[in-house]
């Protein structure tokens, strides 16, 4: 009979936590670029439709985003709010 797998006879390995997205493949550089900050207030003034040109220009602060998202399953009409909301908190920064 096969053994179950519970927390007393998992290794140490097993229990770890492993995070599902790769943080380390991001530039996770801290500071706003002119080119960004440009495209991050233009965004925040309009309704924003992702764009080939947005995505371009903001490539290392959505890419992350959008992992997650596809990850988690997000529906699409919430993406764009929550990219607006963290847009708007890097613009304040």
Same mark, same amino acid.
């Given at each position: 009979?096969?053994?179950?797998?519970?927390?007393?006879?998992?290794? !140490?390995?097993?229990?770890?936590?492993? %995070?599902?997205?790769?943080?380390?493949? $991001?530039?996770?550089?801290?500071?706003?670029?002119? /080119?960004?900050?440009?495209?991050?207030?233009?965004?925040?003034?309009?309704? $924003?439709?992702?764009?080939?040109?947005?995505?371009?220009? !903001?490539?290392? !602060?959505?890419?992350?985003? $959008?992992?997650?998202?596809? %990850?988690?399953?997000?529906?699409?009409? %919430?993406? %764009?709010?929550?990219?607006?909301?963290? !847009?708007?908190?890097? /613009?304040?920064?």
């Amino acid at each position: 009979m096969k053994e179950l797998k519970t927390t007393s006879n998992l290794s !140490l390995q097993d229990r770890k936590w492993q %995070f599902p997205i790769d943080v380390d493949k $991001y530039n996770c550089h801290l500071d706003i670029n002119n /080119d960004e900050k440009k495209e991050i207030q233009a965004i925040l003034k309009t309704t $924003y439709r992702r764009s080939h040109k947005t995505d371009k220009a !903001l490539e290392r !602060l959505l890419n992350p985003l $959008y992992d997650v998202f596809k %990850f988690i399953q997000t529906q699409k009409r %919430f993406i %764009f709010p929550i990219v607006k909301v963290i !847009l708007r908190e890097i /613009d304040n920064k």
